[in-house]
């Protein structure tokens, strides 16, 4: 269904902006389980009667501040959408941010928080926005395999800054008429988080930093057990065991996991943020069978240490073992241990397993359909 517009009217122009305005919308998504908020930043219009005390009360110097921003003309650098194509479209795996909880500084394994990406032609699907983001979006320009993408679906997990501290850095959310489509999906716990943390005074709103920038902005909420229909691919959303704190006093986080499928094509799990128990192992097992490549919490080195809704590099190693069909990285690197600590963790316990990686910043596995596998590039 498409979106339906709410009161008041949507078509506004604020003062002295030549980017247009937001147009805002809500209404059923295409699956039960989910809904969605679309934003269309190539809109104009007049402020009508009603709209003004709207506008009295959203704008303010932070928000003109953006709108400057993107109307600055010598900031106005366009990214070409008129790529020249290549015989056959590749589909390609990166890794962007690595770490878990914090950003670091000189680890040659991961510094930025996590991210990453499954490209295939124009559609770019993205697990994660934390601080790797960023560098995700300045490589638009710079990675061949990059090049067309037109649509970014942002898969996000859950509501801890660290999976999306990198949205309001990422490059397409700055450079004006660059006319990319962005869709953030995730569970509903974690989008009303992300939009007030964008919100003044803290920033400016998502909806605000896509004038004139993005072709159209969307929320999609997702529960676990949905299936989702996107372009060219099949989404299925689980539910992770993670939260914060200490019993009794845990705070449990809405947090999805997710099995996304290319048709004729890969199949990625991305299971981060996750502590395993008896009770989760056959949703894992289940989110795994058949899939190419899968992405596994490994904060901590031995499953004795699971805490704070985190798995561990042995955990990580036993579903290698069930699973050797797969291609499994280990991830969310705990946001205080070494480089030398994370890889004498895998060497120990998967240091017998040919189908077990760490998650590398700039690690790229390009899809060999033939084989029916991801290899290093």
Partial sequence: MPPRAISPSSRMRWPGAR???AVFGIGGGPCRGSSHVSIDPSNHG???SPERDLRAATVDSSLLMAQWYHT???RLVTRGLSRHSVGVTPIVFHVWGSRGG??????RVGNSTSCYSLVYGEELFVFDAGHGLSALAKSLDDDQ???AVKRIHLLVTHAHMDHWEGIKDAEWMWRRGNGLELTL?????ALATIKHGHEPPAFVPLEVLAMGTLGKLVLHELRAGVKLALPGATLEAVALHHYSGIAPNRRYLETLGYRLSLAGGPTVAYLSDHEPTDATAAMEDAVLAGAQLAVIDANYADIAQHAFGHGSVEHASHLARRHRGTRLLTAHHGPTSSDDAIEEAVRRHAGDLDNVLVA????????DAAG???TPS
């Fill in 185 to 189: 999906i995730g569970p509903a716990e």
């Fill in 145 to 147: 395999a990059l090049h």
């Fill in 72 to 74: 600055d003309e010598k």
């Fill in 360 to 367: 590398t910043e700039g690690t790229r596995l390009v899809w």
């Fill in 46 to 48: 007049t402020l009508s």
């Fill in 19 to 21: 980017a247009g305005a």
């Fill in 102 to 107: 914090r950003n670091t500084y000189g680890s």
């Fill in 372 to 374: 029916r596998r991801f």
